[in-house]
């Protein structure tokens, strides 16, 4: 009341002023709020993101991620049941779609990898060393665990690719997609050739699945499922002490604002 009484005189305005400023004073603020809401949110009532920002794609000019070999290690990622939940509540579902984008652009950045696709839930990357994919893969994984009970699938492959007029093409991604479709919610599941490729790293354990039908391959094929540690730290942030490097890196995800969207599903 003691700022209306200030204004009121000020501007000679009539008694009722009083109310009506005290009126506004209280509503401004939640109005405000309503209005931020709306205006981060589409048409259709889902969360806006920066999604478009975000390094997908490339062009023929651009470095295409690959070893000497000119082989690309392929990550195909999706969320076991992304489509059940779409069905229940399909806004909490689109918003955990687009937030995943988000989760997973660091991570791609901090291994070197280039965001090709996301179809739906599903997501297709690419590296130039099988290492960092599969390092890549377990530290969103072990993430993911604080963003939702909705679990990872997720198949890795080593093949050519080919960039055509902006297009990725190559019988590799429908074999990772296809080996994505093996893994169990929750695992990271990989081809031989990934296998082998990371073979010498004290830090990834692997565990043969057997021999398996791969959709696109001929015959039966060797998969192998990778360890889920409680924490993984990569090789690199390991110091000659074994003490693990503290992350500097203050380019992170916050997973805190995300669980707040997300919560509840």
């Not at 392929?74 to 937030?99: N, P, S």
Request: hydrophobic fraction near 40%; aromatic fraction near 8%.
């Amino acid at each position: 009341m003691q700022v209306a009484n200030i204004i009121v005189p000020a501007l000679h305005l009539p008694d009722w002023s009083n109310t009506l400023i005290l009126i506004l004073l209280i509503l401004g603020f939640p109005i405000a709020m309503i209005f931020a809401w709306l205006y981060d949110r589409t048409s259709a009532g889902f969360v806006k993101t920066d999604d478009e920002s975000l390094d997908e794609g490339f062009t023929e000019k651009s470095t295409f991620p690959q070893n000497k070999d000119g082989q690309s290690t392929i990550v195909y990622i999706d969320i076991d049941g992304f489509t059940r939940l779409l069905d229940q509540d399909e806004k909490k579902a689109l918003d955990l779609m687009h937030y995943k984008h988000k989760v997973f652009q660091p991570f791609i950045e901090k291994y070197h990898g280039l965001l090709i696709k996301r179809v739906g839930e599903g997501t297709l990357c690419v590296f130039a060393d099988a290492a960092k994919a599969v390092c890549f893969c377990l530290e969103i994984q072990q993430s993911w665990k604080n963003i939702s009970p909705l679990k990872l699938k997720i198949g890795i492959h080593i093949d050519k690719l080919i960039v055509e007029h902006g297009d990725i093409m190559g019988k590799g991604i429908k074999i990772a997609s296809n080996i994505k479709n093996i893994s169990k919610p929750g695992s990271i599941c990989i081809s031989q050739p990934v296998s082998i490729q990371i073979a010498d790293r004290p830090d990834i354990h692997t565990e043969s699945m057997g021999n398996q039908t791969i959709e696109g391959l001929d015959g039966d094929h060797e998969l192998y499922s990778i360890f889920m540690p409680e924490q993984f730290i990569p090789m690199e942030e390991v110091d000659n002490a074994g003490i693990p490097v503290q992350n500097t890196n203050t380019n992170k995800t916050n997973y805190t604002s995300i669980l707040m969207w997300i919560g509840g599903i």
